[in-house]
């Protein structure tokens, strides 16, 4: 029963209904007293008076599940939030730092506190930290708890995930912001990076293929390129670059077939070496269109 109210309880946050239908469900509840679902009754009902502009009743349910549920985070950040809107700053200040004892990782208790620290020494004079109400003092048990969900959810699989790829879209458009900037040297270190946490990544192998020849390190080039086309044996630019790392090694004229560049290879070098061809024996252009972004 209780996890049928609760699902009606999200239902209706997600459609915004009016903060009265949880009389009902708190009614249903009733039949068993269970202080955390309660707790999560009063406190998403507060979220819904908020949002209503009913602060004095906001505060009010957060008070309760407080007591049912001391130093929850939520009732905590929700009450900050109406007294603020009621401009009862000292109580703001003490409920946002009591906040942060239990999980100093919330951003906005650090910049609600910020901006009341400044309201309350216009409003109080030097001596205002002397007219706030006490902090209270946040048991370990309670931060330890908070410190165990927060390394649960770092340990997650998705998150995880999430992070691998964050930080790997940051290095690639690192790297190629490097190219852009000839700076190629640096642009290898970042590619580098992203193969650590993506190994199969073709674009990566063709992107620090170009830094390669540019850098006249034609037989890392010519790997790099290998890779790529075991990954994608059709990647044109992958051919392209393996051409040009075969002519960086002097694989040229008539020792071509003998020496093992494939027929494709040859067609890619033929192009780039055709007589007023734009791309000819350089990458002038090869750092904005050749770079996989």
């Known amino acids: 029963r209780g996890c049928y109210v609760r699902t009606q309880m999200y239902t209706s946050l997600k459609f915004r209904k009016k903060p009265d239908v949880f009389f009902f469900f708190f009614f249903l509840f009733f039949y068993h007293q269970v202080p955390e679902d309660l707790c999560i009754l009063y406190s998403n009902r507060a979220a819904c008076y908020l949002k209503d502009g009913n602060s004095q009743d906001c505060i009010q349910d957060c008070t309760r599940a407080l007591e049912l549920q001391p130093f929850s985070l939520k009732p905590l950040l929700r009450r900050a939030l109406a007294y603020e809107s009621l401009e009862r700053y000292r109580k703001a200040y003490v409920d946002y730092k ?3 004892q239990i999980d100093i990782s919330v951003q906005a208790a650090h910049d609600s506190v910020n901006r009341i620290t400044k309201l309350l020494i216009e409003q109080d004079g030097p001596e205002w930290r002397e007219k706030l109400p006490e902090i209270p003092l946040v048991p370990l048990s309670a931060q330890q708890h908070r410190r165990e969900e927060r390394e649960n959810i770092k340990n997650s699989p998705v998150s995880k ?3 691998t790829e964050v930080l ?8 190629n912001d490097y190219v852009k900037k000839s700076q190629y040297q640096e642009a290898v270190g970042k590619y580098s990076e ?9 674009a990566i192998y063709t992107n620090r293929a170009l830094c390669y020849v ?4 034609f037989a890392e080039a010519k790997q790099d390129c290998d890779a790529a086309l075991k990954l994608e ?3 044109k630019k992958a051919f392209y670059r393996r ?3 075969n002519k960086g090694l002097k694989v040229r004229g008539a020792g071509h077939k003998q020496r093992g560049l494939s027929g494709r290879d040859e067609n890619c070098l033929k192009f780039a070496i055709l ?3 734009p791309i000819s024996n350089h990458f002038q252009v090869c750092d904005v269109l050749f770079v996989n972004v």
């Open 98 to 100: 009591t906040v942060l």
């Open 161 to 163: 995930s999430r992070r």
């Open 168 to 175: 790997f879209t940051s290095l690639k458009q690192e790297g």
């Open 194 to 202: 992203c193969l650590k946490l993506k190994p199969e990544e073709c």
């Open 214 to 217: 540019k850098l006249e390190r």
């Open 233 to 235: 044996p059709t990647n």
């Open 243 to 245: 051409a040009m790392a």
């Open 275 to 277: 007589p007023g061809n």
